[in-house]
């Protein structure tokens, strides 16, 4: 528009510091509200599957793919944490955010533009699921996983994937009419991925249509990317899962913005 | 339908002196905006202008397009067709700048309710883009206003209505704007509790913060602005000056009469064959413009803003 540069109007710019910083402080504010049940339940649901799934299996199979069984687990878990403590905040954070408490009026009312608001909120998720993702693993040490250098990439690992899925839930929050809807993604979509993605047993034993599905899984990737960080990465093979987490990420955080804009803009 | 659209020459011409309107123009400039939710015309070629340091109404019933209106102002609706200028920003493109120098008291609540006075108001703080130096005595300067000081430490939702609506108008007053954007301000709330906050409106007009409101109660209006628009079905029906619009449609005085509803439709039937205009107030007719004639039998009252919203647009406002 040429009227605005005649006026000398500054025009903000996209994804500033600013917008993003305003509404991540509204989150950490509030979490420090309400962050002991949070971290209880991101910490204890993987501990006890890690418990479960390793002295109940364990006892059954001692190696699987090669690893120790409280091994395989205890690194597949830490995906396991990242999709649970990533997409249902996103999912019904956001719903409640802005059909209930109508947050999000509040926000663009202020210099904030929907894809700052979507992406802030995701960074900040991100930044959760990278520390809670740890904490499986950190328990598996504790039951005898040996540590390594490669552990102190998980949290990137765990941040990135968490993104993914922040981004996800966030989509999926503004796709639904009701929060009732979103058992459909949980038990059509987000169960199915979380049992096809080699976390509790190794995807080559199955039918091959069940192998593709977990490769096209971001949780799968997520999976084995931290499990060749924390064993030994094995080259090209996770260039290619974390460039598979990389464009699911930035996929589903286009696609959030876009549908939080129709939801939000009339 | 409005006169003026949106490529008029009228506003293609303004559009050459943009300095003007930044500085001395208008703080809010509307033509020929109209927004449409599917078979139903929220707003239909409304013009609306609120000059710098005056305080507009938005007057009109449920369903007026008021609503739509001020959400439009900060790029939450999107017109289908006509200009938006705000603060001499064009919208919706240079709107997040325009967002940034002016602030909003929603219709809705939407405080974080687990967090404390304190604590929403931090949080705004930050999304103003307050500078980190200036938060505290913006949070102290805003608490004063709401008078909130001694509730600085209480959550949220152990405040009352009045309390809330009070954070609600301090929230939007940390960054120190130079326009305000209030929503039904006093919507729901107690007759006592509504003139505090007219209180605190009126300060911020002597201050000379530009307001535009959105109310349907016509005291309010009377009372705090300068100017109203009646709205009704998204377009303009009457702008001006309170008292002005009153004199211009209802005539200084109405003569109220009571009775029976026989008598009352006996009433009306006369005052139209003098050529006098009327309205129902539900128990009794209202004459308006029969200055000086006294031979009906009735109540001599003076007229309001309601009189002149009720003959221009034959609703009623609650």
């Given at each position: 528009?040429?009227?605005?540069?005649?006026?000398?109007?500054?025009?903000?710019?996209?994804?500033?510091?600013?917008?993003?910083?305003?509404?991540?402080?509204?989150?950490?504010?509030?979490?420090?509200?309400?962050?002991?049940?949070?971290?209880?339940?991101?910490?204890?649901?993987?501990?006890?599957?890690?418990?479960?799934?390793?002295?109940?299996?364990?006892?059954?199979?001692?190696?699987?793919?090669?690893?120790?069984?409280?091994?395989?687990?205890?690194?597949?878990?830490?995906?396991?944490?990242?999709?649970?403590?990533?997409?249902?905040?996103?999912?019904?954070?956001?719903?409640?955010?802005?059909?209930?408490?109508?947050?999000?009026?509040?926000?663009?009312?202020?210099?904030?533009?929907?894809?700052?608001?979507?992406?802030?909120?995701?960074?900040?998720?991100?930044?959760?699921?990278?520390?809670?993702?740890?904490?499986?693993?950190?328990?598996?040490?504790?039951?005898g996983l040996d540590p390594s250098w490669g552990m102190l990439l998980v949290p990137a690992i765990a941040a990135l994937a968490g993104f993914g899925w922040a981004t996800f839930g966030i989509f999926i929050a503004a796709r639904s009419k009701s929060i009732e809807s979103f058992s459909y993604w949980q038990s059509g979509l987000l169960t199915p991925m979380f049992l096809v993605a080699g976390t509790f047993f190794p995807l080559d034993e199955l039918p091959t249509w069940a192998q593709v599905l977990g490769n096209v899984n971001p949780l799968f990737h997520c999976v084995e990317l931290v499990r060749h960080a924390v064993f030994g990465f094995e080259g090209w093979e996770d260039v290619g899962h974390l460039a598979f987490l990389v464009v699911f990420a930035l996929v589903a955080w286009r696609l959030a913005i876009r549908f939080m804009e129709r939801r939000l803009i009339l | 339908m409005s006169l003026v659209g949106g490529g008029s020459p009228l506003s293609v011409n303004r559009q050459n002196e943009p300095e003007m309107n930044h500085t001395t123009g208008t703080a809010i400039r509307l033509r020929g905006v109209r927004k449409r939710f599917g078979s139903l015309t929220a707003v239909d070629g409304l013009d609306l202008d609120v000059p710098f340091g005056t305080c507009v109404g938005l007057l009109g019933p449920n369903g007026a397009g008021k609503s739509t209106t001020m959400k439009a102002l900060t790029a939450q609706v999107i017109a289908d067709e006509g200009e938006i200028e705000v603060l001499g920003y064009r919208l919706p493109g240079d709107s997040k700048q325009a967002r940034a120098e002016m602030g909003v008291v929603p219709q809705l609540d939407n405080l974080d309710v687990s967090l404390t006075v304190e604590q929403n108001l931090l949080v705004f703080a930050h999304l103003y883009r307050v500078p980190a130096a200036g938060?505290?005595?913006?949070?102290?300067?805003?608490?004063?206003?709401?008078?909130?000081?001694?509730?600085?430490?209480?959550?949220?939702?152990?405040?009352?209505?009045?309390?809330?609506?009070?954070?609600?108008?301090?929230?939007?007053?940390?960054?120190?704007?130079?326009?305000?954007?209030?929503?039904?301000?006093?919507?729901?709330?107690?007759?006592?509790?509504?003139?505090?906050?007219?209180?605190?409106?009126?300060?911020?007009?002597?201050?000379?913060?530009?307001?535009?409101?959105?109310?349907?109660?016509?005291?309010?209006?009377?009372?705090?602005?300068?100017?109203?628009?009646?709205?009704?079905?998204?377009?303009?029906?009457?702008?001006?000056?309170?008292?002005?619009?009153?004199?211009?449609?209802?005539?200084?005085?109405?003569?109220?009469?009571?009775?029976?509803?026989?008598?009352?439709?006996?009433?009306?039937?006369?005052?139209?064959?003098?050529?006098?205009?009327?309205?129902?107030?539900?128990?009794?007719?209202?004459?308006?413009?029969?200055?000086?004639?006294?031979?009906?039998?009735?109540?001599?009252?003076?007229?309001?803003?309601?009189?002149?919203?009720?003959?221009?647009?034959?609703?009623?406002?609650?």
């Open positions: 528009m040429a009227t605005a540069t005649a006026t000398g109007s500054r025009r903000l710019g996209r994804l500033e510091r600013a917008a993003l910083r305003g509404v991540m402080v509204r989150e950490i504010v509030n979490f420090s509200s309400f962050w002991r049940s949070s971290t209880f339940s991101s910490t204890i649901d993987p501990t006890i599957y890690l418990l479960a799934f390793g002295f109940g299996f364990g006892s059954l199979v001692s190696t699987v793919a090669g690893y120790d069984y409280i091994d395989f687990v205890g690194t597949g878990i830490v995906a396991t944490t990242v999709l649970f403590s990533g997409a249902f905040p996103a999912m019904y954070g956001t719903f409640v955010k802005y059909q209930f408490q109508h947050t999000y009026d509040a926000i663009l009312a202020a210099p904030v533009d929907t894809e700052e608001l979507v992406t802030a909120e995701a960074l900040w998720i991100a930044a959760r699921t990278g520390t809670y993702g740890c904490v499986p693993m950190l328990v598996a040490v504790v039951f | 938060r505290k005595p913006a949070i102290e300067r805003a608490l004063g206003l709401a008078n909130l000081g001694e509730r600085r430490g209480d959550k949220v939702d152990k405040l009352s209505g009045g309390m809330r609506r009070r954070l609600l108008i301090a929230r939007a007053l940390l960054h120190e704007p130079r326009l305000v954007l209030l929503d039904e301000p006093t919507v729901g709330l107690d007759p006592q509790v509504r003139q505090e906050l007219w209180a605190l409106i009126d300060r911020l007009r002597t201050e000379g913060v530009s307001i535009l409101m959105s109310t349907h109660y016509i005291e309010e209006a009377e009372r705090l602005c300068d100017e109203v628009t009646i709205m009704s079905h998204g377009k303009a029906v009457a702008v001006g000056a309170p008292r002005a619009l009153i004199a211009e449609h209802a005539g200084p005085e109405a003569i109220e009469v009571y009775g029976s509803p026989a008598r009352l439709t006996e009433v009306e039937g006369e005052a139209q064959t003098r050529g006098w205009r009327t309205r129902r107030t539900g128990t009794s007719i209202s004459i308006l413009q029969a200055n000086g004639t006294t031979d009906l039998d009735g109540e001599r009252r003076v007229t309001n803003l309601e009189d002149v919203f009720v003959l221009l647009t034959g609703e009623e406002i609650s």
